[in-house]
Nanobody, 124 residues
Framework: VQLQASGGGLVQAGGSLRLSCAASGRAFSLYFMGWFRQAPGKEREFVGAIWWSGANTYYADSMKGRFTISRDNAKNTVYLQMNSLKSEDTAVYYC??????????????????WGQGTQVTVSS
């Protein structure tokens, strides 16, 4: 499967952005999807993840209540809605996919496929 992330940009603190991750290939509905981000000089960190059915979502503590992950399997797309953005949310955001659930979903090594990343810059 190939992943294409989009929707990044420049936004003021307190604003919102919605990122999209479009997947090509079949069986998208069977993939467990994750979002990660990487700020300059820092390691890639977990943002959130969603089951193939969309029934369950998981978030890093610092994103709970501000970020929402959803997916539309008919469109082979997963979304990351980001609200109340802060300057510390500035990073390149990546989507990732793996077949089936893993309880280690917070780790980059658990994912088989990665998108190219989209830059999000939050100005204070």
């Amino acid at each position: 499967v190939q992943l294409q992330a989009s929707g990044g940009g420049l936004v003021q603190a307190g604003g919102s952005l919605r990122l999209s991750c479009a997947a090509s290939g079949r069986a998208f509905s069977l993939y467990f999807m994750g979002w990660f981000r990487q700020a300059p000089g820092k390691e890639r960190e977990f943002v959130g993840a969603i089951w193939w059915s969309g029934a369950n979502t998981y978030y890093a503590d610092s994103m709970k209540g501000r970020f929402t992950i959803s997916r539309d399997n008919a469109k082979n797309t997963v979304y990351l809605q980001m609200n109340s953005l802060k300057s510390e949310d500035t990073a390149v955001y990546y989507c990732a996919a793996r077949m089936g659930y893993s309880d280690r979903y917070r780790y980059t090594s658990e994912y088989d496929y990665w998108g190219q990343g989209t830059q999000v810059t939050v100005s204070s």
